[in-house]
């Protein structure tokens, strides 16, 4: 999850609303907060209309999002879940 906070604040910085992510100690609580209330993980808490039309910040979107909902969302709970029902 650190990794994914590292990335986010450097490159999406943009996309967390209000002041959510000034500094990474305050990205990583976000992203340990948001990631688990909203649908889709850190991607559906993030803003979707930032003022860029490039098709390099969708693709950089479209593959945090992804990746992060997919290894942190899916597999860790899995995991977790696993080990406690074993």
Known sequence: MYVF??????WLKDSY??????????CLITAID????FDGGLG??????????SNSYFLVRFFFDNIYFILLMIIMINIVSGIIID
Request: proline content about 3%; aromatic content about 24%.
């Open 5 to 10: 906070t590292l990335f986010g604040y450097y």
């Open 17 to 26: 609303p209000g002041d959510f992510c000034e500094s990474t100690f305050v």
């Open 34 to 37: 948001r990631s688990f209330k």
């Open 44 to 53: 559906g808490y993030l803003n979707s209309t930032v003022e860029t039309d």
